[in-house]
């Protein structure tokens, strides 16, 4: 089974600074996926980031940036100029892409992240 | 908005009572996705339909169920509440088919459920 494990429970940054999410994952599938999902106060899951494991080039989305590094099962998301809307909970999730059927996402614990004005 | 709308927004209910949550995907997913979020247990899959068909199962307790219609909306049905049953609860909807195309999961804005 896979798991994902994110070490920080709560981060808080001043405005405009950059902020580095951490995640980590254990899987022995050689196909995946990993996503980072943002959860702001009114509770929607908005879709932040998509990786797919065959790729090196790692993604980017505008402000959004992930680190990945397949060997060490690391998936990092990274936060540049960041904004007050940027405050809400994010989740890391793994989605195995071997089988058809079988897609649920896995997800992290989430971090709270705090945008200090 | 995502596009996956689901109902109702809130509900509260009394423990042994059932329930009934609704959801409606995006046009055109084929895929929709129930995912439990409560304080202790954090974000748990449930269950995933694809075009009416029942694929994946995860931790879902026998008292509850799901369905999906012809018209690609689904339903969660929770019977017997127990007050650890209270959480939040989302669809999620995808357009990837047969395992190929885009599998981002989009996910509608969840009932909370609430059993006293």
């Known amino acids: 089974a896979q798991t994902v494990t994110q070490s920080q429970p709560e981060m808080s940054v001043q405005e405009a600074e950059t902020v580095t999410l951490s995640c980590t994952y254990d899987?022995?599938?050689?196909?995946?996926?990993l996503f980072w999902y943002k959860q702001p106060p009114s509770r929607q899951m908005i879709l932040v980031i998509r990786q797919e494991a065959y790729k090196q080039q790692n993604a980017t989305e505008n402000r959004f940036s992930v680190n990945f590094q397949k060997a060490a099962k690391s998936f990092s998301l990274k936060i540049s100029d960041s904004q007050l809307g940027d405050t809400a909970m994010y989740f890391c999730a793994f989605m195995n892409g071997s089988n058809f059927g079988n897609e649920k996402l896995t997800f992290g614990t989430g971090t709270r992240l705090t945008i200090i004005p | 908005d995502s596009g996956v709308t689901q109902t109702p927004k809130h509900l509260i209910t009394a423990t042994g009572q059932r329930v009934t949550l609704r959801c409606s995907p995006r046009?055109?997913?084929?895929?929709v996705y129930w995912y439990q979020q409560s304080l202790d247990q954090g974000l748990q899959f449930l269950i995933q339909?694809?075009?009416?068909?029942?694929?994946a199962k995860g931790n879902i307790l026998e008292r509850f169920s799901a369905q999906q219609f012809p018209d690609l909306h689904s339903e969660l049905n929770l019977s017997s509440l127990e007050l650890g049953d209270s959480a939040l609860y989302f669809c999620?909807?995808?357009?990837?088919?047969?395992?190929?195309?885009?599998?981002?999961?989009?996910f509608g804005p969840g009932t909370r459920l609430t059993v006293l």
């Open positions: 899987t022995s599938e050689s196909n995946y996926y």
């Open positions: 999620a909807s995808s357009v990837r088919s047969q395992g190929k195309g885009r599998n981002e999961q989009f």
């Open positions: 046009s055109g997913d084929l895929s």
């Open positions: 339909y694809y075009n009416g068909e029942e694929r």
